[in-house]
């Protein structure tokens, strides 16, 4: 079995005293391939070196919203996105949870990170918290030529359904392994099988298994065994499923 972590962060300085030996860990678990996600320029160059190091790491640069608050320069997406190892624009979109947000300083670079990604022709992975609508809306908006995935799906089945009929794909993280899990559990259940992706957004939500300890992408197989589990499916066939379908998405 192989699996693939659509979305880590491992330059994360969770990871400083032991990012070598936890990719090794990940490794000798199954967990072959990941994607390393930047959220703003620091993060994505360190994506790139992280993924120019080893050959089954790949790269998504972009503009977290929560950077997006304030006025930023997006040039340096341009520049990283042209090392190949480099499959995708993100993460990117809208988060209204916290205050002292600019609601239209992050809807503005939202569209301008997905005109890039066209530009490119490159997918996109999209963060969206409390802010669904306007996301949507958005989406409706502005065709994406290469294809979007909803990274750390937490919403209601409702907005699963709309994001499928946009030809999106949906990336279930570990909280679907939590106790209060009702909305992503449903979603698994009715995302059609090649829109469906697996992830750890490490190191944050850990699964309910680890509670309280750092992420790490060897933790993604947990969330497989409960995805297999709700769409009463094996191990094998998820880990099949999911991989074909992260390395679709992000043409590798």
């Known amino acids: 079995m192989i699996f693939f972590d659509s979305h880590a962060h491992l330059c994360d300085e969770a990871f400083d005293e032991d990012r070598e030996e936890v990719i090794q860990k990940c490794f000798d678990s199954d967990v072959k391939f990941i994607t390393e996600i930047g959220y703003s320029e620091e993060t994505s160059k360190k994506a790139v070196e992280l993924a120019n190091k080893y050959e089954t790491i790949f790269a998504v640069v972009g503009a977290h919203p929560d950077?997006?608050?304030?006025?930023?320069?997006?040039?340096?997406?341009?520049?990283?996105?042209?090392?190949?190892?480099?499959?995708?624009?993100?993460?990117?979109?809208?988060?209204?949870?916290?205050?002292?947000?600019?609601?239209?300083?992050?809807?503005?670079?939202?569209?301008?990170?997905?005109?890039?990604?066209?530009?490119?022709?490159?997918?996109?992975?999209i963060h969206s918290r409390d802010a669904d609508m306007d996301m949507l809306e958005i989406l409706k908006q502005n065709k994406i030529n290469a294809g979007f995935i909803m990274h750390c799906f937490s919403s209601s089945v409702e907005v699963a359904k709309e994001i499928i009929k946009l030809d999106g794909y949906i990336s279930i993280s570990g909280t679907v392994t939590f106790k209060n899990a009702k909305n992503v559990v449903e979603v698994v259940k009715i995302v059609p099988e090649d829109r469906l992706l697996i992830e750890t957004d490490c190191p944050y939500l850990a699964p309910q298994a680890y509670r309280g300890k750092r992420n790490d992408p060897s933790y993604v197989i947990e969330t497989a065994k409960k995805v297999a589990e709700l769409r009463e499916k094996t191990l094998e066939e998820i880990a099949e499923i999911t991989m074909g379908n992260t390395m679709r998405i992000y043409k590798i």
């Open 67 to 125: 950077e997006c608050n304030k006025d930023i320069n997006l040039s340096y997406i341009r520049e990283l996105a042209q090392n190949k190892k480099v499959v995708a624009i993100g993460e990117i979109g809208l988060d209204y949870h916290y205050d002292n947000l600019n609601k239209e300083n992050q809807k503005k670079y939202f569209v301008e990170q997905i005109k890039i990604a066209n530009e490119l022709n490159l997918p996109i992975s």
